[in-house]
Structures are given as structure tokens and as C-alpha cells.
């Protein structure tokens, strides 16, 4: 078997010669080097002396190197690193994801890794690093902290500074698995009950968002996006194609979606689609929101409703109403269980409430316990009163 060619870019042993000539002395230096085009090529160089013909030599096997204009090496640290990977990220993430790596990245990874370089991040380092934050954070923030710190190193891969991503081969983030809650039918009745007779809940259309998160699995920043000419009243649908989120130093954005799977058409059960039809107001525009803010329905942007104030005044109102442990994800639970129990597959419910992955819905969405019966007929069998015990 012949010997294996030379890496490109590499060259092989230096050899040193002495030459006299017309009188004046010197070193001459050689090597055989690999070229960007596979063709290995003699590279010589000469100096007065053997060392000055040798760095003669090396200078010109660095001018040979590949030139990719690369920002970064495997010498730059790693807090260069990952200002790198936070503009990147601010270029083509929406949203609040920025502000969450940016709050890690600054807080977390920054001080206890920054000043390495990145060919010095090994996997032995990088897991100790996580073991260290296991002590002292939940498992759901170690894991936003490995997505910034994987995040970056995967850029310096692309970019050719290290042939790998070593947190691939870190240890797993271990952490309790939570035991999904949905809510029951007589649950479900019960707390909207309480809320139709909440009248600061009812003045912030507390109880009709419940019912449309119940009846959609929509997130609360989908639902206060939704505009009138996303509701096709004919078959009975919502376009969900959009998500309203406040962004640091900007204000509230209206972005199209986490995901490109959350862009979706869903079915509209009857008791939602009767909530819409009455606070339906008779001037209403295409692009009135169906869930504006209390200056009103047409102000376009002026009638955005603030995903924190109305998570606000949700948890307030849940807990007038004694559901103290209900979160709007709950909602959600709550509608991928109906489904679930109405027999559609794990990724037909993944699309309805818009997961990249079914393998998130079932694991954390899903609750194997609660009873329910395909999408919006699935949500209309499972309302009303409970008729058997609980």
C-alpha cells in the first residue's frame, strides 16, 4: 500500500543546505508542500544563516495557506467566538431568541469560558463546564446554555477553525422529567365558568383567549396576532401565520412564527367559532385584530396587545379562580391531549399546534392520563358538562 498523500496545506520535512557563491555565503532551505490543487510542489528559500533561511521558508508556506478571510482561527477565544454566533443569530432568529442567548452568553458562558482560545474548548472542558452549571441551574437553562455554547462552536466549525463541534460529545443534560398536567373536562367547565364570572377577567378577554388557546393549542403570542382576514368564516378556519413577541430596545414585534412550522391552518371548533362571531364588531376591517388592546380593533399597529401584560392578567385571573397551577401551556397540554385521545398521530398533532418535532408533543405535551375524542370535532366532543365521574 503506497503512503497516503499530504494534507493540503501541509508540508513535509525541511532540509538545510550550505552554498558558497561568487564569494558570499549562505543556507539554502527546502520542503515539499501540498498546494490547494492536490499538486505537491518544491517551495526553497534562502538566508544568510540556517535559522534566518528557515523563517524565510515558513513565511512562504504561510503565504500559501488557504486565505479565507476567515474572522476566526483556532486562537481566537472564545468570547470572540460567540459575539460571532449572537450576530448571526440576531440575523436570522425573531423574536426574544437573541435576548435568551445573548442573556446566557454575557451571564453564563462568557466569564467561565471566554478567555480560552477555541482549540483549547475540549470536550473534557466544555463538559466540565455543564457538570458546574448542573449544580447551580435548572436543566431547562443548562440546555439554552449548551444551544449558545454548541451554537458557536458549530460556527467555527463551518468557518474551518476546528474539523469538529466538541460539545456533540459532551455528556447529557440530565434533569427531572415534569409530569404533564391537562386539564380535565369538569376542569376545563369549571374554570371557564369562573372566569365568565370574573369581571376584570371578562373586561380583558380573559375567558374568550382561554377558549380560543382550548380550542386551537395556540401560544399567546399567536393568538393576540391573529387578524380578521386570517378567519375564514366559510370552512371555518384560522391562518395562523404569525406571532406578537416584545423584543428588548424595540418594542413589540409581529413576526411570522418560531418555527417555519408554526405558520398553520387550523380547524375551528364550534364553541370557538362562536366566541369570534360575537365580539366580532360590525366595522370590523381585514385587518383588524380579533383580540385587540383596550384603544380598539383598527389601529393597526396601535391595537397590538403586549404578550407580557396579557400573560399578566392571565395568571391573575387563574389565580382568582383557584387554578393557581394552570400556565398557558396548559392550554396546550390540554389540546394535544384531546387529540391525542381522539386518535390522531403524534405528527398530525405536532402541525396542529406547531412543532417542528412530534417527538416535543409527545413528551412534554401530551398527558396519557386525561380522556378526549380528529382536531376541531375532537375539541367540540369533549365540551360541555362531565358526565361521569373524575
Known amino acids: ?72 482561527t483556532g486562537d481566537t477565544k472564545v468570547a470572540a467566538l460567540v459575539e460571532l454566533f449572537l450576530e448571526e443569530t440576531k440575523r436570522r432568529r425573531r423574536g426574544t431568541t437573541y435576548d435568551t442567548y445573548a442573556f446566557h452568553a454575557h451571564h453564563t458562558v462568557v466569564p467561565a469560558l471566554g478567555q480560552l482560545r477555541i482549540r483549547e474548548a475540549t470536550v473534557a472542558r466544555l463538559d466540565g ?29 463551518r468557518l474551518g477553525a476546528i474539523p469538529t463541534n466538541p460539545v456533540r460529545d459532551v455528556g447529557r443534560i440530565e434533569g427531572t422529567k415534569k409530569d404533564v398536567r391537562a386539564l380535565t373536562r369538569r376542569e376545563r367547565v369549571d374554570l371557564l365558568a369562573r372566569l365568565d364570572d370574573d369581571e376584570e377577567a371578562y373586561r380583558f378577554d380573559v375567558p374568550d383567549l382561554v377558549r380560543f388557546m382550548l380550542g386551537t393549542g395556540c401560544r399567546i403570542g399567536e393568538v393576540i396576532a391573529v387578524q380578521d382576514d386570517a378567519i375564514d368564516w366559510q370552512r371555518g378556519t384560522v391562518a395562523v ?40 364588531p360590525d366595522d370590523v376591517l381585514p385587518t383588524s385584530m380579533v383580540f385587540p388592546n383596550s384603544r380598539g380593533h383598527a389601529l393597526g399597529r396601535g391595537s397590538w396587545r403586549d404578550p407580557h401584560n396579557t400573560g399578566a392578567r392571565l395568571r391573575t385571573a387563574l389565580d382568582r379562580a383557584g387554578y393557581g397551577w394552570v400556565t398557558s401551556h396548559a392550554f396546550r397540554k390540554t389540546a394535544a391531549t384531546v387529540l391525542d385521545q381522539a386518535g390522531l398521530s403524534a405528527r398530525a398533532i405536532a402541525g396542529h399546534i406547531g412543532h417542528a418535532r412530534p417527538s416535543i408533543t409527545q413528551d412534554v405535551y401530551m398527558d396519557k392520563r386525561s380522556a378526549g375524542r380528529q382536531a376541531a370535532d375532537a375539541f367540540d366532543a369533549v365540551w360541555g358538562p362531565d358526565e361521569e365521574s373524575e
Not at 439554552?144 to 460556527?155: A, C, L, N, Q
Not at 413589540?252 to 366580532?280: C, D, I, M, N, Y
Request: hydrophobic share 35%; charged share 25%; net charge positive.
Open 129 to 157: 463546564f455543564f457538570r458546574t452549571c448542573e449544580g447551580h441551574l435548572s436543566p431547562n437553562t443548562v440546555r439554552s446554555i449548551r444551544t449558545v455554547v454548541s451554537g458557536s462552536f458549530s460556527y467555527a466549525a
Open 241 to 280: 401565520v404569525a406571532n406578537i413577541v416584545r423584543v428588548k430596545q424595540v418594542g413589540l414585534v409581529r413576526h411570522s412564527g418560531k418555527t417555519f412550522s408554526a405558520q398553520r391552518v387550523l380547524p375551528l371548533p364550534t364553541f370557538v367559532r362562536t366566541t369570534l362571531a360575537e365580539r366580532r
Open 1 to 72: 500500500m503506497g503512503r497516503p498523500p499530504m494534507p493540503i496545506g501541509s508540508h513535509g520535512k525541511l532540509r538545510h543546505y550550505p552554498y558558497e557563491s561568487g564569494g558570499v555565503s549562505g543556507w539554502v532551505v527546502t520542503t515539499k508542500f501540498r498546494d490547494l490543487d492536490g499538486v505537491v510542489r518544491t517551495v526553497k528559500r534562502s538566508g544568510k544563516t540556517k535559522a534566518a533561511a528557515e523563517r524565510n521558508l515558513k513565511k512562504a508556506i504561510q503565504d500559501r495557506q488557504p486565505n479565507s478571510g476567515s474572522p476566526v
